[in-house]
């Protein structure tokens, strides 16, 4: 099956420094990415579509300055969290759709980066 | 009313029974249906998708689908304690929405 890694998996940082974390679709080519965030007991919630090439989708709520997302090719889309504070921390989770499928547009999740914001 | 609706749970179900898991969701253009399992800490793993009204079988699951009712379920047959985990809805337009998630206890 398709495999997307995420780099770190986890990552503790000092308050108002910024992390980068990175979301690679591994063995197929991803026009757009996903990014999502779940804390503690609630379900995901996707905080941006990312599309190779052009600016990413941001959702209601999500500030486009603090989160900067860069899809520079077609399998690496990277989410930097800038002057990260503590209610920052998070799970966050990338997925990425396969550019070959054309019927159930299957997202395929990379396996999270815990951010800790001390 | 959220997009997606699951109720939260917990649902706990004694080993080798049939768990069922409903969702309900709003958009009535939605193409695709699916069901991740999530265990705590890790990022969600897909079980099933569905996309035609009616049964898909899979193994011990069954997904179902009613457009028409705008509704989906998931049916875990022999239920095993290795089924613990939390299970998410997600639906597909545009772009996949996911609801959020019913915990699933599965007691020996």
């Known amino acids: 099956g398709a495999v997307v890694s995420q780099h770190p998996s986890w990552v503790i940082c000092k308050s108002g420094t910024s992390v980068k974390i990175e979301c690679r679709s591994l063995d197929f080519q991803a026009t757009t990415m996903f990014w999502y965030r779940q804390f503690p007991k609630q379900s995901l919630m996707l905080m941006a579509t990312s599309n190779e090439g052009s600016k990413a989708t941001y959702e209601q709520g999500v500030e486009k300055d603090k989160f900067l997302i860069n899809h520079a090719s077609l399998t690496l889309s990277t989410l930097t969290v800038t002057s990260a504070h503590p209610e920052d921390s998070s799970f966050y989770i990338c997925s990425a759709r396969d550019i070959g499928d054309l019927t159930y547009n299957e997202q395929f999740f990379g396996p999270g980066t815990r951010l800790t914001v001390l | 009313q959220k997009e997606v609706e699951q109720n939260s749970g917990p649902l706990s179900v004694p080993e080798g029974a049939i768990a069922s898991l409903n969702c309900t969701y709003s958009?009535?253009?939605?193409?695709?249906f699916f069901w991740y399992r999530q265990y705590s800490g890790k990022s969600p793993e897909l079980i099933m998708f569905?996309?035609?009204?009616g049964d898909k079988e899979d193994g011990r699951f069954t997904a179902q689908l009613n457009k028409a009712s705008q509704y989906v379920s998931l049916l875990i047959r022999d239920s095993q304690p290795s089924d613990s985990a939390t299970y998410l809805c997600a639906v597909r337009n545009n772009d996949m929405r996911f609801g959020a998630g019913t915990r699933l206890t599965v007691k020996p």
């Open positions: 569905i996309y035609s009204n």
């Open positions: 958009d009535r253009g939605s193409q695709s």
